[in-house]
């Protein structure tokens, strides 16, 4: 099958951290860019990190730029998303997303870009930042 499960979400306390995964079945992870974003209740969809595949470049968002690092491990074709200086803006499902080749090339495109799209995504973990 091809799909992407992302897992590592839990509770965590404000000033904690947590990993997140982001495995690839089914096709090769590191031909792509690869964004994560999140969706909060009563919130917008949120795409806040990417890393490219071939400059390996990294982009992430204000909101979590110097708390939040992206990395991949092409061996593993696992993507990771590092957590740390949780605050309880960051609870949401988070999700692992291929960006489309056709639509962004294989780098990372401006970021955020405009308009998102990808070829694969997950289907979300849990994270809950609270005391």
């Known amino acids: 099958q091809v799909q992407l499960v992302e897992s590592g979400g839990g509770l965590v306390q404000p000033g904690g951290s947590l990993r997140l995964s982001c495995v690839a079945s089914?096709?090769?992870?590191?031909?792509?860019?690869i964004g994560w974003y999140r969706q909060a209740p009563g919130k917008e969809r949120e795409a806040f990190s990417c890393?490219?595949?071939?400059?390996?470049?990294?982009y992430y968002t204000d909101s979590v730029k110097g708390r939040f690092t992206i990395s991949r491990d092409n061996a593993k074709n696992t993507v990771y998303l590092q957590m740390n200086m949780a605050i309880p803006e960051d609870t949401a499902v988070y999700y692992c997303?291929?960006?489309?080749?056709?639509?962004?090339?294989?780098?990372?495109?401006?970021?955020?870009?405009?308009?998102?799209?990808?070829?694969?995504w997950g289907q979300g973990t849990q994270v809950t930042v609270s005391s």
């Open positions: 997303v291929a960006l489309s080749p056709s639509a962004h090339g294989r780098n990372c495109p401006h970021w955020p870009p405009p308009d998102l799209f990808y070829d694969y």
């Open positions: 089914g096709f090769a992870l590191d031909y792509y860019a």
């Open positions: 890393i490219s595949s071939s400059d390996g470049n990294t």
